[in-house]
């Protein structure tokens, strides 16, 4: 039998909001947003539908809702500075020993497919089939989207430490 679709969210809440401010590069009001549009586009085909995932399909529609959505919006790298800080970022710069600020400036940088692309697949482990399922795109792009979200994130995170660099040099 499946969950109510309310259980479901209320189980993944905090997950599809992580989710929502990776995708918005950290912007708390886009998020919310993000996630109160997918909750309302997601429980009618909820009931008509048997995922098998539950999880992974609530993860793909906010994937869906937030690809449908940057197609009106500026793209990301007219993206403006993420106002918030949040855990993945920080978890990731105390791996990394980089700054949260310069993950999220890369996240910011990712065109909006390979931000979500990475998400998927970096964050939420999806497999690179499902995930080009879930986006109707060949599987090879998925590959492709994850090397390009990788090469820019280092690039990013590079630039930000040659300026850093720079700016520790020039102030001795």
Do not use: C
């Amino acid at each position: 039998m499946q969950r109510p679709f309310e259980e479901l969210v209320a189980t993944s809440l905090d997950d599809l909001y992580a989710g929502a401010l990776y995708l918005e590069a950290g912007d708390r009001d886009a998020a919310a947003d993000l996630l109160v549009r997918t909750l309302l586009l997601a429980r009618g085909p909820f009931a008509e539908t048997n995922p098998g995932s539950p999880r992974d399909w609530l993860d793909e529609r906010l994937v869906r809702t937030f690809l449908s959505r940057t197609s009106w919006r500026p793209s990301s790298s007219d993206a403006h500075r993420p106002t918030h800080l949040h855990a993945l970022a920080e978890a990731a710069a105390a791996a990394t020993h980089v700054e949260a600020d310069q993950i999220l400036d890369g996240f910011g940088a990712l065109p909006p497919r390979v931000r979500s692309t990475m998400w998927l697949v970096v964050v939420r482990r999806w497999a690179y089939g499902d995930v080009a399922r879930a986006l109707e795109v060949d599987r090879s792009r998925i590959g492709e989207w994850v090397r390009q979200g990788h090469r820019r994130m280092h690039q990013t995170i590079s630039g930000h430490q040659v300026r850093q660099r720079k700016r520790g040099a020039s102030e001795l």
